[in-house]
């Protein structure tokens, strides 16, 4: 036999099994950077209880406490909820690995600024406060590119997994759109009331779209977690989808009345 013929097929697999490998070790990578942000959070927590302040308002040690363990707990879920996407295993590994490193920037530049007891977002007092300020709002948008492409893989291809699980992959990812959105208008007002002189109205003009944005951010980790859970059971499946289908309604309706809020409030 033609030994070309024979060995044709060996550098595929084992091409693929390298890039297998390195998937996996990006996995892993942005699991335990998730958990290392969940537990910055919960650090400051208890700075807070030890050092006091005010819980409210642009300078507090409540951002290094809740950006953190967003950060973190969205960084793991992501990471979890793609592994049903049918992605190729590089470019979703490189999107993962970018993912990691911007939720690590923003995380840092906001508790650096909690530190220095200065405002993470929109503060332009100093050239360095500038700099930090631009750098989170260059990061939440490469967030939001980012998190979109996965939103249209997720659509483009029915993801895997057991039943009911592209129903709740894309619905998380539908209603985490959302997140994004109400988080780009906060940034992008914010910015614009900050070049006018506004500088007191920026930082309390995101207070109305903050529920939107915090109710509809997790909906990718809540939904495909209750389907792997009921698949979990020894339940019929067409009941599991009744209660998946429940849990969608009732996470729309929790983000439709932070919507209305948030307009009845801007």
């Known amino acids: 036999m033609d030994p070309v013929l024979t060995n044709a ?55 290094p406490v809740t950006f953190g363990v967003s950060f973190g707990v969205t960084l793991i879920a992501v990471t979890w909820v793609t592994s049903y996407l049918r992605v190729a295993p590089r470019p979703r590994a490189l999107l993962l690995a970018v993912f990691a490193a911007d939720c690590v ?27 930090v300020s631009m750098t989170l709002a260059v990061g939440g948008g490469v967030l939001v590119v980012l998190l979109t492409v ?36 906060m940034i992008a007002r914010g910015v614009v009331l900050t070049r006018t002189g506004h500088q007191e109205a920026a930082y309390h003009s995101t207070a109305p779209l903050k529920p939107l ?18 698949s979990r059971t020894s339940w019929s499946e067409r009941l599991r989808r009744r209660i998946l289908y429940a849990a969608i309604g009732s996470y729309v309706t929790a983000v439709i009345g932070a919507a209305v809020w948030a307009a009845l409030s801007y």
Not at 213 to 230: E, F, N, Y
């Open 9 to 63: 097929p060996t550098a595929p697999t084992r091409t693929s099994a390298r890039r297998t490998i390195g998937a996996r070790r990006v996995e892993r990578f942005c699991h335990a950077t998730g958990l290392l942000l969940v537990l910055s959070g919960l650090a400051h927590l208890v700075v807070f209880a030890v050092d006091g302040g005010p819980w409210d308002g642009p300078v507090s040690w409540r951002k």
């Open 105 to 131: 920037v923003e995380v840092g530049g906001i508790t650096l600024q909690a530190w220095r007891g200065v405002p993470s977002h929109l503060d332009m007092e100093t050239p360095f406060d500038t700099a």
């Open 150 to 185: 996965f939103a249209v893989a997720s659509f483009r291809h029915r993801p895997s997994g057991p039943a009911g699980m592209d129903l709740a992959v894309r619905s998380g990812f539908a209603i985490l759109l959302v997140a994004l959105a109400s988080g780009a208008a």
């Open 213 to 230: 944005h915090g109710v509809s951010l997790h909906a990718v980790l809540v939904l495909p977690a209750l389907a792997w859970l009921l």
